[in-house]
Structure formats: C-alpha cells, structure tokens
C-alpha cells in the first residue's frame, strides 16, 4: 500500500522552530517529486514547497522563503520540512503529497498539526 | 501566481441529481508539451484531500465515473452525473503548470 506518513507536528512559540517528516512506504519515494501542502484552521489548501527526486531542486511559497527548508532522504525513504521563524499565521495541518501522473498529487498522508502560538 | 477561482462556494445537492463546479484560472494552464495542468481535489470531512481527475479530464485511480472534469485554457469543469451522500466534502481545483502550485478556494457540497 502507497502511504505517507508525517509527523513532528506540536505548539511552538512564535519565532520558533519544529521539523516535521513525511515517512514513504509501498513505493519507492525517490522516484518521485514530493509537495507539501498545508490547511490552516477552516481554511483552503495552500501549497508549501516541493523537492525534486535527489533533492537537488527545492521551490517555495513567497510566503515560507528564507524560513522553510526542505531536504529528503531517500536510503531512509523520508523527507523532512525544517521551519524556522515560526509566525502565528504558519498554524496549519501540514500535509506531505507525491507526485503521480504527469505533476498530479495522487498520495497525501494524514496531515500534522502545527500550533504557533505563546 | 496563478490565481484560481472557484464558483459557487457551496452547493446543496438532493442525492441522484447532478452537481457542477466552476474552476478559472488567471493564466492559461496548457504547457508547452501540450498537457493542461488542471487538477481536481476532493477533501472529506475529517480527511486529507484526494485526487479526483487530473489533467483536466482523467479520472484517478478508482474514482466513480459519475465524476468528470472538462475545460480548456482557463475554464473547467468538475461534474457530478449523480450525488450520492459519499460525494459530501469541499472539492478543490489545483494548476501544477508553474510554481508556486496554487489551488481554488474550495466549493463545499452539501446534501439536501
């Protein structure tokens, strides 16, 4: 079974930092792009980040830039979102997805919760 | 970025009647190599999102074909042919043409 799992979700104080991962299982995670999406309380999905297949190639949101790092590590099948500088408007369910067909995000785990708040 | 909007913002469905939802996009999504970066999300209450359609009009993986996606440039469509109670959520529309990856502010269907 293809399967995401993230974790490393909790409260912080604003201008902290916490590093969530997304653990792959039933593929192969180095074979594929892997986005990250978060959800603020009631609101929509907004798009993070995304790492290409090495990692050699990261892209993020204006939003995160300069705060937000994303790296891989595919011997252990995992990728990891370090955030810095952490800001009340980051509290989100983070949500790691892979990339299928073509750039669609066909597997998205469960989503953990990050909690910025004093 | 690519702005995307969604219309209506919700919609209450009796079961067995069809459903539509609007999606435009502020650029056209279709590449250069010829595909259209649209896509279709559909997040139920409680869960994490799941792929629908993608590239406009491709069903996913087990999805039920009472579900289509059409469009070109910057309009698309999802249809529902017939809403069952499964179908309940906030669907959203996602363009992956450039970065950053922008999604549509969600239209929530509701059954009657």
């Known amino acids: 079974e293809v399967k995401l799992v993230e974790s490393g979700g909790g409260v912080v104080q604003p201008g902290g930092s916490l590093r969530l991962s997304c653990a792959a299982s039933?593929?192969?995670?180095?074979?594929?792009?892997v986005n990250w999406v978060r959800q603020a309380p009631g609101k929509g999905l907004e798009w993070v980040a995304n790492?290409?297949?090495?990692?050699?190639?990261?892209y993020y949101a204006n939003s995160v830039e300069g705060r937000f790092t994303l790296s891989r590590d595919n011997a252990r099948n995992s990728l990891y979102l370090q955030m810095n500088s952490l800001r009340a408007e980051d509290t989100a369910v983070y949500y790691c997805?892979?990339?299928?067909?073509?750039?669609?995000?066909?597997?998205w785990g469960q989503g953990t919760l990050v909690t910025v708040s004093s | 970025d690519i702005v995307m909007t969604q219309t209506p913002l919700s919609l209450s469905v009796t079961p067995g009647q069809p459903a539509s939802i609007s999606c435009r996009s502020s650029?056209?999504?279709?590449?250069?190599?010829?595909?259209?970066?649209l896509y279709w999300f559909l997040q139920r209450p409680g869960q994490s999102p799941q792929l629908l359609i993608y590239?406009?009009?491709n069903r996913f993986s087990g999805v039920p074909d009472r579900f289509s996606g059409s469009g070109s440039g910057t309009d698309f469509t999802l249809k529902i042919s017939r809403v069952e109670a499964d179908d309940v959520g906030v669907y959203y529309c996602?363009?992956?043409?450039?970065?950053?990856?922008?999604f549509g502010g969600g239209t929530k269907v509701e059954i009657q």
């Open positions: 996602m363009q992956a043409i450039q970065v950053p990856v922008t």
């Open positions: 590239e406009v009009s």
């Open positions: 650029q056209s999504l279709l590449y250069s190599d010829g595909k259209t970066y």
């Open positions: 790492i290409n297949q090495d990692g050699s190639a990261t």
């Open positions: 039933g593929f192969t995670s180095g074979s594929h792009w």
């Open positions: 997805a892979r990339v299928g067909f073509g750039r669609s995000l066909d597997c």
